[in-house]
Nanobody, 116 residues
Framework: QVQFVESGGGLVQPGGSLTLSCAAS????????IGWYRQAPGQQRELVAH???????TYLDSLKGRFTISRDAAQNTVFLRMNNLKPEDTAVYYC??????????WGQGTQVTISS
């Protein structure tokens, strides 16, 4: 069982940027697809981006061009760079394995709030 610790969220004005970090307790990024998920109040958790063991990123269509996923395998950390943030990006962001049915126990996530 690997544990994930997400950080980097905050309150940002529309149009702003944030970089989220996800630190894993073990060396997992070289063997598993790892994704960033988000859950807005009253909504289901959705996958917004994931990265393969080879480092290829895949994104939710509506987010292409604004979000970039990357990783530092040596540091067991995955990042999500988010640009041109919109109010609808407000959610708690989590990282975990992809697909979701293979997920480990969820961490606490990091809150992202986009508001003027």
């Amino acid at each position: 069982q690997v544990q994930f610790v997400e950080s980097g969220g905050g309150l940002v004005q529309p149009g702003g940027s944030l970089t989220l970090s996800c630190a894993a307790s073990g060396s997992i990024f070289n063997v598993e697809n790892i994704g960033w998920y988000r859950q807005a109040p009253g909504q289901q958790r959705e996958l917004v981006a994931h990265i393969t063991p080879r480092g290829a990123g895949t994104y939710l269509d509506s987010l292409k061009g604004r979000f970039t996923i990357s990783r530092d395998a040596a540091q067991n950390t995955v990042f999500l760079r988010m640009n041109n943030l919109k109010p609808e990006d407000t959610a708690v962001y989590y990282c975990n394995k992809v697909p979701i049915w293979r997920a480990f126990e969820w961490g606490q996530g990091t809150q992202v709030t986009i508001s003027s």
